[in-house]
Each structure stands twice: as C-alpha cells, then as structure tokens.
C-alpha cells in the first residue's frame, strides 16, 4: 500500500517540495504543536448571526491590509447583504468605481481595456500579483484565493471531540483557524515562524501589527481584535446564506418535532386496538 | 404471501380500468392489504427510510444538474454559484450531500438489521442478494457524486480509486486508462462521472423494485425469525398499521437529517474540499467520505496493492454468499446467545476500521486495522459457518403471535 500510494501521489510530493521547505523544515524545529483554541463567534450556533459592525471592520482589515496580496472572488454586490456587512447601494457603487477592472470583451479597435468596476463585478485580483505565479514567485507559495478560505481550513478535531461537535454545532473550524494562525507568529525575531501552522513555517510573514488598521467605532486597534473580525469577515464570505439557512431551519426543526409528535400519536392511537 | 389481489375498483371508471391495467390492485396489494408481522420493531421502518431518501436523492440531485457544470475549469465554480446565486441552491446541495449521508446511515442500520435477525436467509436469499447490488450501486454513485464539485479532495479520491484498477495485472494501466479517458484523471474523467451518476440512481429505482418485488413474495422477516403460519394472528395490514409506524420513524430520521442540513451542513464535508481540484497539489491526508472509510482501511492494512484491493472487493462480494455462509438454521439472533457475541463483535470491528481508515498512517493503526481486517472476514468465513454447527440456540417462539403474547405478557 506504501509503494502504491507514494507512486499515485509522486506529482503530489513533487509539488510539496516546490511549495516551500515547510516540511523539511519541520523536522528540526520539533516544538509542541498546539490545537488552535474556540473563540466565541457571533455566528456559532441555530441561533447565531453575524455582527454587521464586526464584518465591517473585518472587510476594512481585508481592504487594507490582505488585499495587497490576497484575491477576493466575490463580487461587490455581495457586500450590500444584509445579513452580512449591510453596506448601502450607493456605498459599494463607489467602493467598486474605485476599482480597475479588466473588461470581458475588447473594445471596437479589439483592444482590452480598464474600466472603473461595478457591483457586479467581482474583485479583482490585487495589482501587485495579476497571477498565482507572480504570488508564488515572491513568497515560494502562491496567497490562495479568500473567498471559501473560512471553509478551506481546518485542523484535527480527534477523538472524542468530532462526535461532541455534533450536537454542539461547531461549524467555525475555519475561523478559529484563521484566528490562531493570524496570532500565532509568537516570535517576533522570525516573521515566518508560527506557532499553530503545521511545522511552524509558514510562507506569509506577520500580516498584522497593533495600530495598523485605523478602526473608527472605537474598537481596540489590536491584533487580536484584527484577526477576529477577518476571520468573522471571511466567515460570512465563505457562506454567505447561512443566516437564512439558520432562520429557515429553525422553522424546519419546529414543523418537524410538531410533525413527528403527531405521527407518534397517531401511531398510539391505531396500533392500540390491535392489543 | 400477497395471491392474486382482492380489490375491487368502486367507480365503473375504475373497474373499467384495473380490467385493462391492474395497477391499482398492485398498488393495494402491495402497499395496503399486504400482511406485515406484528411483531416488528423499529429497526423494519428503514426501508421506508430508504425510499424516502432515494427519491429526495433524486430529486434534488435533477434540479442540482439543471445549475451544475461538469466540466474541469466549471465544476468548482459551478458549485458555489448554486451556493451563492441560485434560489435555495444551498438547501439544494446540502440535502443533496447530508442527504447521501444520510441514506447511508439508514442503509447500514438496514443491513445490521438484517445480519442479526438472520433476514438474509431461506427464503430470502434473492432479496438480499438485491441488496448487495443496491448498496454496491449506492456506493459506487456516492463515489462519482463525491468527485462532481471538483474540490481537491474529489481530485485525490477519483485518483486513488481509479489507480486501484491499475493492480489487475497485464491490462491494469489500460484498464485505467480507458476509465480516465486520458492518462490521469481529468476532463473527459468528470463528464462521464457526472453521466454516470446521473445514470446509476435510476439503476437503484430498478433493482430496488425487484428488491421490494422479491419482499413482497416471500414477506418480512420478523424479530423472532418464524415464518407466519396464520396470517389472522401474526400478521397486520400494511396500511393503516405499518404505514403509521413507517412516517413516525420517518419523522424522526428527518428530525436528524434537517439538524445536519441546516446546523452543520460542512460537518461531513472536508475542508479540502473547499479548494479547487490541482493535480500538482494533493491533500496532506487523504481520507474518502465516512461510509466508505471500513473498506479504505482494509486496502491500506493489506501491503501489496492487488490483495488489498481484492480484499477490497471481497469484503463486499461476500456479503452476497452471506445466506450459505450461516449454516444455522435459526435466523434471529434473539434466540442465539453465541452468535450474539460474535455479531457485536463484528459490529467493533466495522466501526474501528471506520475509524482507522480516519486516520493518519502509523505502524500502530496498521496494525489495529490488521486485527479489525481479520475480525471482519473471520466472522463472514469462519464464525459464521462454525456457529450454526457448535452453537446451542435458545428455543424460538412457535408464532408470531405466541412471540407477541408472550412479550406482553398476555395469556391465552
């Protein structure tokens, strides 16, 4: 089994040893690798919702500070959600104008063309990496795409934890994810070292001081509160329906205990002149 | 069981009609006269579970394909623009992919059901063999759905599982080949996945008809495992009796399979796959989805590649020899102490090898899985034929009806 896997998966290895030394560098770095802990998430639960003002700052974070290298690939309408960051029509239309996006098809001379964005454009991808490989050739790996990051991340829950979060409803592994990895470069000596990424070197430097995004409803200017209102922002970006599902499902649970009570009634009552 | 039908149409319309098709005395015949054992539990509500689940399959899985792309550089994208943009594309998919969980769970349950009350056996061999086919079609459909949305999970899954046939030895490579329709897994790969995964559900409805056919020939099994010899006393009318018990389990099962759709609808979804399939990029640790991990674990517990994937094969193919493996000639395990043990026993070791093939490589789980492999065929190759030779069984009930009497403790 040994031999075959490592034969299907040689383009795998090979791409591993392209990405970075992450894995070589593991092996002589062997500190303690710690489970990222749960944070407390408006958004954990049946009854969960997004903070609007947290999502707000947490798109100010992206727009300041991950979007120099980081692609979003939503489109600009989807911040007018009013379950998510509730941004006005008016404001997104300027947010998307300050955009340059490039135009589907060329213009009448056939040239591709730059025109100011709209709401139905998605974001484009940031000026500095027009590529993956332009993104790669910097960092030796290239920043992925944060529209499903949220989803896209995860760590080991292990026994017995993944049957508690059955009925705990956990769902935010992603977030505490992004959480821990955003507060985890603890050695401040070594910009790539982390203490919650698997081997502890990771390919983007500290993203993060304290002061460096500029909140403006009085929320502490810290590390800490950054990474938790991306992770919150990037939440809500990787499944933007899940306040409506939440809403509905609350409606479902409900017809259906009230349904099944009924049923098991009715069963009583039938099957009771049998005995 | 079910002679020639009874029913008699009250409009002149209808007895026009059943006297050139007659459907509708089928239908009665199958689905409200037909007799049921009264002394069923609940564990024989799952085949109406599993109806109801099929057919929701189904019917998201259509509407699904009307918003879905099979196409390499689409299938991703395609997927998150049913999430984002279609009308309760959400709702669609998530029922879509708990729902397949789902049917899972009740199928596994069905079949334990019918391992330990012996429903395999005479004259129910046809209709268990059925089942195989069906659980093997499910699994197989199941598969080729998991690859639909393309994330990089679906990429290493169809990778490792399509490379299995490479062990037949000679024309292994061509084998594989001809199923990638290339030389890796790629475009031509998701086009007939997603043909075929439309195709096979319809090939389930098929063989689960004969399944219910072959049912209603032979009739239930029951808890005690004695054939009904008075249908008065041991048996009930499908419907009201069966029909009411079948949509309260129902009701139940939907009860958990909503709590999954809506609360944690990404809990049995890997977080791989939420990035776009790449072929230089494979997961760190890849794991096929929950129903399918016992057999996962057996390939990898066996070193050399074409015996773990017979043994792949052969965990499944026995099932079907099942009602000639079991030599008793008793059927519920009720009424078989010994068998009893060995049964739970088994049970572990489907679980511990689901829970191994969860998990990393390591010389200890190998190991375990090693043990929990021999467990599995142990019980389908040895126990099973030496339990009905050594085994001393409890006296089984000479009715239904004395069964029911006897458990509510009335004399007659």
């Known amino acids: 089994m040994i031999r075959f896997k490592s034969s299907l998966l040689a383009p795998a290895t090979l791409a591993l040893m392209l990405t970075g030394g992450a894995v070589a560098l593991a092996a002589d770095a062997p500190v303690e690798q710690p489970k990222p802990e749960r944070q407390s998430w408006s958004f954990y639960g049946p009854f969960g919702q997004f903070d609007q003002a947290q999502l707000q700052r947490g798109f100010q974070v992206y727009k300041e500070v991950c979007s120099s290298c980081h692609r979003l690939s939503i489109p600009f309408r989807m911040l007018e959600d009013a379950n998510g960051p509730g941004y006005s029509e008016a404001q997104v239309k300027t947010l998307a104008a300050s955009y340059q ?23 484009p991808p940031p000026d500095s990496f027009p590529n993956d490989e332009a993104a790669a050739a910097s960092f030796g790996k290239a920043p992925p795409d944060m529209w499903l990051l949220a989803k896209a991340r995860k760590y080991e829950r292990g026994f017995p934890n993944f049957v508690f979060d059955i009925f705990d409803a956990y769902q935010e592994i992603g977030a505490d994810y992004i959480y821990a990895i955003l507060t985890g470069y603890t ?45 919150a922002f990037l939440s809500w970006a990787a499944e933007p329906t899940q306040t409506e599902r939440k809403k509905i499902g609350l409606r479902a649970m409900i017809f259906l205990i009230v349904f099944a009570g009924l049923m098991y009634f009715t069963k009583k009552r039938i099957w009771a002149d049998l005995h | 069981m079910s002679g020639p039908s009874t029913y008699v149409p009250k409009s002149a319309l209808g007895r026009w009609f059943e006297s050139r098709l007659p ?34 399959q189904i019917v998201t899985g259509i509407v699904l394909a009307m918003h879905y792309v099979p196409s390499a550089t689409m299938a991703f994208q395609s997927v998150e623009h049913i999430m984002r943009d279609v009308n309760f594309g959400w709702l669609l998919r998530y029922l879509h992919s708990n729902g397949a969980s789902m049917f899972f769970l009740a199928v596994y349950i069905h079949i334990f059901r019918g391992m330990y009350y012996g429903s395999y056996k005479a004259p129910r061999e046809v209709l268990w063999i059925l089942g195989v086919i069906i659980y093997l079609l499910m699994m197989a ?10 994330g990089s999970m679906s990429f290493a899954g169809a990778t490792v599982i399509t490379n299995l046939f490479t062990a037949i030895p000679l024309v292994g490579v061509s084998v594989s080949h001809w199923l990638w329709g290339g030389y890796a897994v790629g475009d031509p790969t998701l086009n007939r996945f997603f043909a075929l995964h439309y195709l096979l559900p319809f090939m ?45 389990a129902l009701s139940v099962f939907l009860i958990l399979y909503a709590w999954f759709v809506f609360f944690i609808p990404n809990y049995l979804l890997d977080a791989d796959n939420s990035v776009i399939a790449n072929p230089l990029v494979t997961p760190a640790h890849i794991v096929p989805e929950w129903y399918l991990l016992p057999f996962y674990a057996i390939l990898r517990a066996i070193p050399n590649k074409l ?16 009602p000639w493996l079991d030599t008793s000639a008793v059927k519920s395990g009720k009424y078989r102490p010994l068998f009893r043990f060995f049964f739970w026993i088994f049970v572990v070791c489907c679980v511990g090898l689901g829970y191994l093939g969860s998990q990393e490589v390591t010389e200890g789980a190998t190991l375990m899985a090693r043990i929990f492999s021999v467990g599995y065929f142990g019980y389908l190759v040895v126990a099973l034929p030496v339990l009905g030779l050594i085994e001393k069984t409890k006296p089984a009930p000479p009715s239904i009806a004395d069964a029911v009497l006897a458990k509510s403790g009335v004399a007659h």
Not at chain 2, 141 to 150: D, E, I, Q, R
């Open chain 2, 141 to 150: 459909t199941a598969f080729m759905g998991y690859v639909l949305p393309w």
């Open chain 2, 204 to 248: 389930i409805v098929g063989v689960v008809g004969l399944h219910v056919w072959a049912l209603h020939v032979v009739g239930q099994n029951n808890p005690d495992g004695v054939e009904v010899k008075d249908v008065e006393r041991d048996t009930v009318a499908f419907t009201p009796y069966a029909t009411i018990k079948d949509m309260f």
């Open chain 2, 307 to 322: 015996v773990g994937v017979v043994a792949l094969f052969a965990a499944i193919a026995l099932l079907a020899f099942l």
């Open chain 1, 187 to 231: 050695k401040p000596e070594d910009t790539q070292w982390n203490l919650y990424y698997p081997g502890h070197r990771i390919a983007m430097p500290a993203p993060l001081q304290d002061g460096q995004v500029k909140y403006t409803d009085g929320t502490a200017p810290t590390v800490s509160n950054y990474a938790k209102d991306i992770a």
């Open chain 1, 101 to 123: 996006v490039v135009n589907d098809d060329p213009n009448e001379k056939g040239e591709i063309f730059k025109r100011p964005g709209t709401p139905a454009d998605i974001f």
């Open chain 2, 23 to 56: 459907i509708m005395g089928l239908m009665h015949s199958s689905f409200v006269a037909y007799p049921v054992p009264r002394n069923l539990n609940y564990f024989w509500t799952f085949g109406a579970i599993l109806s109801f689940m099929l057919i929701a």
